[in-house]
């Protein structure tokens, strides 16, 4: 039987245990807070339900439907709201936010109850070993043949087997849980200094509300959780609710990095953040980890000699060359004179509501993006994202 150790219990690490077990392994999945809050929007997109509706019961999960989604020019007044709900399909919804600790718990249970074991424990190290790896915890040794490392942006996985991300390979998210006010709309605002954005996502007990920008533009955390509540306070954005600050590391990779991600070796395998599989615009990502995890499992289960590297090839080819695309497009949509065309063009063209729609629910490609908006015969705006995508 196959020994894995899964280490980080969020989605990345509990889908590949669970589908680990569902193909036999005997696993231990490593975590000494999950299921917990996680300060991110928490949006769940359509794709990422359906990987484990079959696991997991969807309607019942504690979650908001999020009805539309408003993005502000930051550098004017103007703003435009862009529907997201299709009323010909009553699920899965575009997009939910889900409370994280219900739905990763819905995953752990899900795992549990075909035979993972849930060590409540801190990884101190890992340490390759003749038969595998040994992963020293709070609680004791344990060692397993394989060893799959789901455990965020400072993953030790990736810290002792590959190598830690750069600064420039990270970026912050920051910003307040607003308690006791949540909606059906998200509020977006793209910045150019720093080049981030902020947001606003309602979930089923309140709002996540928060600011993403590089870890490498050399403003304080500090500072862009000062901006989020400056930007509250002039969008009128919770002022009644009690504030729960928070900061985060996010992996936030340049196309250069996805075409080289070191995400697998002898024994041993990355997932979702730990593998810095996130969109570098939207920041989403559940999708990506939810079908990594998958993808580790099948390589694992394989039995195949060189499973590790097959897994990274598949990884590059079908997720990382995406994502690359997304990279080249970032500045362009963090440009305020770019983000300023696109929310005039949002409030004036339903079809580039559509392209926006199908972009935050994760069914518009970014190796399409740029066709579909000359499509719409927003030919400035096509060109100016154009222009700026090829001469990177």
């Not at 070191?262 to 990502?285: C, H, K, M, N, Q």
Request: aromatic residues 8%; contains cysteine; neutral net charge.
């Amino acid at each position: 039987m196959m020994d894995v150790a899964v280490i980080g219990a969020g989605p990345a690490g509990t889908w590949t245990a669970y589908c680990l077990a569902q193909r036999g392994a005997r696993v231990v999945l490593i975590d000494p807070s999950h299921p917990r809050e996680k300060p991110c929007g928490g949006g769940v997109t359509a794709r990422a339900l359906a990987l484990v509706s079959a696991a997991i019961s969807i309607d019942a999960l504690p979650s908001t439907i999020v009805r539309s989604a408003r993005f502000i020019d930051s550098t004017g007044a103007r703003g435009a709201v862009v529907p997201l709900e299709q009323p010909a399909v009553e699920f899965p919804p575009d997009l939910i936010v889900a409370s994280r600790t219900e739905f990763d718990a819905a995953l752990v249970n899900a795992a549990r109850d075909i035979g993972v074991e849930l060590l409540p424990s801190r990884v101190r190290d890992v340490e390759p070993a003749a038969r595998g790896f040994t992963v020293r915890t709070d609680a004791g040794p344990r060692a397993a043949r394989f060893i799959v490392g789901a455990d965020g942006a400072t993953s030790i996985v990736r810290r002792r087997l590959a190598a830690p991300f750069r600064r420039d390979q990270l970026s912050i998210a920051t910003g307040f849980f607003a308690h006791g006010q949540s909606g059906d709309e998200i509020v977006v605002e793209f910045t150019a200094d720093p080049a981030g954005y902020l947001w606003s996502f309602p979930r089923p007990s309140h709002l996540a509300i928060g600011m993403c920008a590089q870890a490498d533009a050399g403003v304080p955390a500090a500072a862009l959780r000062g901006r989020v509540a400056e930007w509250m306070r002039a969008n009128r954005l919770a002022p009644k609710a009690r504030l729960e600050p928070y900061s985060w590391p996010i992996p936030s990779l340049s196309a250069d990095d996805f075409q080289e991600l070191d995400i697998g070796g002898s024994g041993w395998f990355l997932t979702g953040d730990a593998a810095g599989l996130v969109d570098p615009i939207t920041r989403e990502g559940i999708h990506f980890a939810l079908l990594s995890g998958a993808w580790a499992a099948e390589a694992i289960a394989s039995g195949h000699p060189y499973a590790p590297y097959v897994y990274s090839d598949r990884v590059r080819a079908e997720i990382g060359s995406e994502l690359a695309r997304a990279a080249r497009f970032k500045s362009a949509f963090f440009d305020g004179p770019i983000a300023a065309s696109l929310v005039e063009a949002l409030a004036a063209s339903g079809a580039i509501r559509s392209v926006m729609a199908d972009l935050i629910a994760g069914r518009q490609r970014y190796d399409t993006l740029k066709w579909r908006l000359l499509g719409t015969f927003e030919i400035g705006l096509a060109l100016k994202i154009g222009r700026r995508y090829l001469t990177m």
